[in-house]
């Protein structure tokens, strides 16, 4: 098994993965950001034109496939990463002026209260809660782009605020302020420059980029040079239930249009969406046939040493469909975790290529 290097500094696949690391940062559990220079150089190699990224995530791996002149099609079944993908992929001009963002700090458009009323005593102050329906009642007359780089901002700027960024924490949080200034600006503050952030990630690769929130085995094969593949982990003594921990931003993404919130939790929290990739038991059947029906492409699969199926079983998975198959290791540290013991914890990740 190969292990990989880096390129230097002044190579293409060095110079992309720079500018992909200005994609705003959001916790996303299993996020690849610290691996973009390995895949910008495993992306480099294989060349083509399209390319499909399958369990978008945080968007910075799409992000980083437009740098590398891709036309993109960035997927998550979530309906969050959509936006963010629709923001800083999919969207090649779009900014946010100063005037429209006043605008979205100024008098609320309308009364409604539904952040406040749902998530007081839940999740940030009342006048945080307040900002979020103040600032839907005007995203509210937003259209493409543009609303899309306004709900982004606005959902990474709850992200930041949230300590450890995950939703499973509620009330009386002041025992993880470690002074960081992230935890103490309040979401306005946040907003301006999470818009900031995202105007500075604008820009046009000339390729015709989309997102959308499909469940993986809704996608079409066949139209893709390369697929990355970024399924959930299954780590062995947790779930990979990403709802659990983001279920507030999923519906800040759409004011929770449509949405059934379980009163009876803690958090306020979305139910749980079941797919085969939720399940230890079902995980590798549901790699199988996604394998399957993109082997016409050249697949890029990134897993890490402490997830399920094991590295053996995902090589012959592979090795069913693709006459090739490469395993390139890096080294790596999540600073990701729920708990004390999951923090900074040193895996191998993988990077599976079939050819
Ligand atoms: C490991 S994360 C991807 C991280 C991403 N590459 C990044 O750098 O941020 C896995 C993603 O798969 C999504 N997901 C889970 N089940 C899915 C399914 N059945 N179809 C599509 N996406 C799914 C989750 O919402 C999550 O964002």
Redesign the pocket.
């Known amino acids: 098994m190969a292990s990989l290097a880096v390129d230097s500094p002044g190579s293409a696949a060095s110079r992309a993965a720079q500018r992909a690391a200005v994609f705003p940062r959001v916790r996303?559990?299993?996020?690849?950001?610290r691996l973009l220079p390995h895949l910008a150089r495993v992306f480099d190699e294989l060349g083509g034109r399209t390319a499909l990224?399958?369990?978008?995530?945080?968007?910075?791996?799409s992000y980083l496939l437009k740098h590398q002149g891709y036309a993109v099609h960035s997927?998550?079944?979530?309906g969050f990463?959509a936006v963010v993908a629709t923001a800083g992929v999919v969207n090649h001009a779009t900014r946010l002026s100063a005037q429209e963002v006043g605008r979205i700090l100024g008098p609320p458009a309308d009364d409604r209260d539904f952040v406040r009323r749902t998530f007081s005593g839940v999740f940030f102050t009342d006048d945080d809660l307040a900002f979020l329906d103040s600032a839907w009642s005007h995203i509210d007359g937003l259209r493409g782009h543009r609303r899309a780089v306004a709900i982004a901002a606005l959902c990474l700027a709850a992200a930041r605020k949230q300590p450890r960024g995950v939703f499973t924490l509620t009330g009386d949080l002041s025992r993880y302020d470690d002074g960081r200034r992230d935890l103490r600006i309040g979401l306005r503050e946040h907003f301006v420059e999470r818009v900031a952030d995202y105007n500075r990630a604008v820009f046009s690769n000339g390729r015709p980029c989309v997102a959308t929130s499909v469940?993986?085995?809704e996608l079409e094969p066949g139209r893709y040079d390369v697929v990355y593949l970024?399924?959930?982990?299954a780590p062995p003594r947790d779930d990979n239930d990403?709802t659990k921990r983001f279920h507030f931003l999923e519906g800040l993404s759409r004011y929770w249009a449509g949405d059934t919130i379980l009163h009876g939790t803690r958090s306020k929290k979305l139910p749980k969406r079941v797919?085969r990739?939720s399940s230890r038991r079902t995980i590798e059947e549901g790699l199988r046939d996604v394998l399957e029906k993109f082997h016409e492409s050249t697949i890029v699969l990134?897993y890490s040493s402490n997830a399920l199926p094991d590295r053996d079983t995902l090589h012959s998975l592979l090795a069913e469909v693709k006459d090739h198959v490469e395993v390139r290791a890096v080294e790596h540290t999540y600073s990701y975790g729920t708990h004390a013991t999951a923090t900074r914890r040193s895996v191998d990740e993988y990077i599976f290529i079939g050819r």
């Open positions: 996303w559990m299993g996020s690849k950001h990224d399958a369990f978008s995530g945080s968007g910075v791996v997927n998550d079944y979530l990463p469940d993986v085995d970024d399924p959930p982990y990403y797919t990739f990134s």
